[in-house]
């Protein structure tokens, strides 16, 4: 690809982060985004077909680079824990809780932005999967709904021991047999 193009979608995708951490996603459009990444219009259609895709690539780039220093631990069962971990931590975060949530909201009435949804959470639970195993939607929903629970609907922090309970329930229905 030309590098051109994966700069300005760089800047776009960083420029829509700021967006989000700075107004929160009542304002995120097409129109305010173009203005405060100082590109046209006409270059967001030319990448994404909607403002949820581009919320969903802002979402997936986020947490498709982790740090590179860091070094990703190998055991499913520390593996979970760093993962749920990162789940909190990037839900929790202002602008990817804007994301978030506006995602959700388009999510609602559109069926693309479903789908969008849907990719996002498929990607995620994949990334899960390479070290823990085979994961069913049941399975996944068990230990990342919690988190999105607490931080959506009851409005609350999400604590390492709760993360912890949520560990230790996945791996004992593992031992079980019960996915």
């Known amino acids: 690809m030309d590098p051109r193009i994966d700069r300005t979608k760089k800047h776009v995708l960083e420029s829509a982060l700021e967006l989000l951490a700075?107004?929160?996603?009542?304002?995120?459009?097409?129109?305010?985004i173009a203005k405060h990444a100082k590109v046209s219009r006409?270059?967001?259609?030319?990448h994404w077909q909607s403002p949820a895709q581009l919320?969903?690539?802002?979402?997936?780039?986020?947490?498709?680079?982790?740090?590179?220093?860091v070094e990703l631990p190998t055991e499913p069962e520390a593996?979970?824990?760093?993962?749920?971990r990162g789940v909190n931590t990037g839900m929790s975060e202002p602008s990817m809780k804007a994301a978030l949530a506006a995602l959700m909201s388009y999510a609602t009435s559109d069926e693309k932005t479903q789908k969008v949804?849907?990719?996002?959470?498929e990607e995620r639970r994949a990334t899960l999967e390479s070290v823990w195993g085979?994961?069913?939607?049941?399975?996944?929903t068990r230990m990342v709904g919690p988190i999105v629970h607490q931080i959506f609907l009851a409005r609350k922090p999400v604590r390492d021991e709760f993360i912890q309970s949520?560990?230790?329930?996945?791996?004992q229905r593992r031992s079980q047999g019960k996915g």
Do not use: C, K, W
């Not at 085979?134 to 996944?140: A, R």
């Not at 949520?166 to 791996?171: E, G, N, R, T």
């Open 55 to 69: 919320l969903a690539d802002v979402i997936l780039q986020t947490h498709r680079n982790p740090p590179s220093q």
């Open 117 to 121: 949804l849907y990719d996002v959470g």
């Open 134 to 140: 085979p994961i069913d939607q049941e399975e996944y």
């Open 42 to 46: 006409a270059t967001l259609y030319r």
């Open 79 to 84: 593996f979970l824990l760093y993962f749920l």
């Open 166 to 171: 949520l560990v230790d329930d996945a791996i």
């Open 22 to 32: 700075d107004e929160g996603a009542a304002y995120f459009s097409f129109s305010t």
